[in-house]
């Protein structure tokens, strides 16, 4: 629809300066204007930019009347103009065609993205299609906002020398073009956007044609700036008798050759856009300037000044050299936090500040959602529920997740972290409680998930269950949740995930196939003994906005190409992305939390015209407020400019727009910053920044809030004495304390006596990881296997065909243990060196050696006599002894992880080998292992560049005093441990640290070893 030409303006227009409460000054002006009668004041209408402005203008009014019975005017928000406001639109509203189904534009998008080929990059899948096709609706919005005609712009629009693939974009876009006009004209639809411009042009060609009757007033109030088709609507207000322009904030004391030329990121370029096209200027505009009764300033009248000279715009900056320029920053504060939850914490703790202070009115206005999120759960530990007028995203809340985690876990094979992540969701039961489900999920990690993942799918499962060992506390009932049977419950599980499994999961299929049995799974898996799955799925306002849009979905893409079910997840996240909902994050789990009537955490757009009496304002970093000025994957900056497109900074010039109301909206106001994000260094907001360098060259700056101060002092004792951890000293009785160990649990003893204090008397065991993937454990075990095979079977000689022989035997144990196939071909090339250097090694022992016989993996014991707690056993089994026909005998031990130092051996931390030679001289082996130990050797096996290393511990008189020493100093430890009073300390010596800390979390070792390092212990 074209604009209607240029009419005379016969409206009045009003600014209200930032520091008169915008709302509440309307209210009193129209009360007045209608002579307080209670029905005159009925009569009009007030279009208002937002929803939110229009509550806040309906609150206003209850304020200004105190409660008394009133006819409240028409308060219609611009952007919600439709069928259902034919006051606005008229008549001409029913000849437009419907707005096309959000939904449904992407996914016939999405269909064209795809059948272009590779006109824009390697596109593989719906998943990857939909957000080129969101991209698309974008720009045909924001083109249709800026009444561009790309029809006729974008052919032309990279003319020159621009890059080749501008040109091939600009092809690619001929599908926003040509191909999309003619699906729209051959499905009787519009573009949303466009449909709603129309809408607006023809409410302004029916005012100028017929305008209202004489004394029915129609204002509009708080623009700041506005596109062609609203300034359509405000021009046509103006042309009214009746008609009243009131505008927030407009700079009246800016020189006129500076407000002709306001760069477009200037807080007032966007007002003086709007006035220039509208053809008003400053001086014939109203100030209405009083505070209305019964209200106070929303702020100091020299901060609206302050914060207007400190954003001058560069061409402007002499400026700041007035001796007369404002400096006064009555009520600002700033609050530097280290990182975004610091931020979140010291903001939650000056919106609760405010609250002690009856009647005030505390908000965090900022556009980062995560730090929203942050402080609403912040301010749940004071037992405060805040209003998140901003709502939360689609994609985070628990439903999405959910269908997500099942996208997950069913194209994952079932592995154990996927199918847990799922089963142990709030909402999922499987048609039982939900307590007992959660029960069942636990019997089924410890049973069947934790170690070895099992092979994919139910079947695999089952398999797994089958070879599991019978776990004496694996089905243990979760008190007051009871488990059901382990099988049973696979079976439910196989039932409820049915309609996905059934699906082929490499295979193409259907997206609405897909949809509908996600939807059927997951309503499945929420379904509870007592209630349905779609009333627990679907229920609340998020189950109900995310249910309408899978509802949607299912509808319309059945245009969409065959996908396979890994897309599924991918095509879910896209579609969902940019989507919000009033969501209540804060109180899930608490059901019957009333929000707090004073504390309120706001976008921008919800903050526009609102006022507090303590405002926040969060989030004042470089790329979230301002936004990063991005102009999008279609188009360069000069090509938007030779298109017609606005430019990325008319973005940044409204951020900063706000970011002055906001600052004008209350009598303190805290600006806030994180000087990390994500763990990355931020840069602070231009304006901050601005402002600090404008006060510091007046001899002034912003005072520090003491937030962080508060916040620092929150967790600390009464006093400030801050007492460490101290380490955990448990003193079993004598009796409950072990009498044997293995030669290997010494080690561990000596290193950390807590984990024998866990694992022997408390009977601790450490649980398999999820997904235990083979590690060194594995590896040596095969090397150990393989080399005990080989020397039973050539115990005394070596063949003459030694070295194929022992790599053969390597192969067959590396086969026999059945390992993933990427593990073994990784692990063969190293064992096959291990074999070489073996066979090397040990021809050269025959060669230069006499005669000798070769045992391995023989089991021993000592027991040792005459201690305070009785008898002590000490266990051990040795991976190898060559007993030499001079009666003497060589005691190896295989590493394939780290070797042990020749002075931790010899200082007795690494005595395993010793232990055992000491276990052979007092005859603990049978026959024929006796004698004296001349060798003590230990082989490290890694198979890598140097295949093997060997250490050689000790030998004659110097390995006859380690024994002695050895078998001495374990004595002396099991006395010492025969005393009550000695405890089992955790991680004692903090040189010495154990090599498996299994217990390190039990014993909250992190919490006191940080103040034993401080203190030089």
Known sequence: MTQPEATCLRGRAAVIPPHVPFVDQ???????????????????????????????????????????????????PIAGLDEAALALSGRNALDLPPAVDPVRRLATLTLLVMQAGRAFGDVQGVDQAWPLARALAELMDEAEWAECDLHDRLPHAAEG???????????FLSIITQVWPAWLAEQGVMNPVARQTALLHAQAARWLETPPPAGYPIWAAGFSDAVPSTIAMLRAVLSLPDGLLVLPGVDMDCADNVWCNLPPDHPQAGTAHMLAELGLERSCMERWGEVPKGCVASSPIARASLLARALLPAHALAGWRDPEAPVMADGLSVLRSTDQQEEAAAIAMVLRQVLEQPGRRAALVTPDRALAGRVATELVRWGVIADDSAGESLLTIPQTAFLRLIIQAVDGGLSPVALLSVIKHPLAACGLAPGNC???ARQLERLVLRGPAPPPGIAGLRGALARAAKDPHGALADAPDAPEEITAFINRLETALGPLLALPRASLVPVSTLLAALIETAQALAATDTTDGAERLWAGEEGNALGQHMSAMLAWCDVLPEARLGALDGLLASSLAGMTVQGRRAVRGREGTAVHPRVFIWGLLEARLQTADTIVLGGLVETVWPPATDPGPWMSRPMRTRVGLPSPEWAIGQAAHDFVACACAAPRVVLSMAARRQGAPTVPARWLVRLNAYLAGHDHALPTHPALRWLDSLDRPPGGLVQPASPPRPCPAVSLRPRSLSVTEIETWMRDPYAIYARRILRLN???????????????????????????AHPTGWPADGEARMQAIFADVLRAAELRPALAAWWAPRLERI?????????ARCMAGGKRTVLTELGGRMQLEDLPGGPFTLRGRADRIDRHDDGTLSLFDYKTGTLPTRRSVLEGWQSQLVLEAAMIESGGFPPPVAGTVAELVYWRLTGGHVPALVLDVARGAELTELIASCRAGLRALVAGYDNPGQPYLSHPYPGEEPRFADYAHLARVAEWSAAREENGG
Request: glycine share 4%; net charge neutral.
């Open 26 to 76: 309307i209210a009193a002006r129209w009360l007045a204007h209608a002579g307080h009668d209670a029905q005159a004041c009925g009569n009009g209408l007030i279009l208002l930019p937002s929803r939110r402005a229009a509550r806040a203008l309906t609150e206003a009014f209850v304020r200004q009347v105190d409660g008394r019975p009133i006819l409240l005017p028409r308060i219609a």
């Open 161 to 171: 020398d621009f890059a080749q693939h501008w040109h091939l974009t600009v092809q």
């Open 438 to 440: 959660r029960a069942s």
């Open 766 to 792: 450490r649980l398999p990881d999820l997904e235990e993937l083979a590690d060194a454990a594995d590896y040596g075990q095969i090397v150990h296997a393989a080399l005990d095979r080989w020397f039973r």
């Open 835 to 843: 074999a070489t250097w073996c066979a090397a090694t040990e021809q």
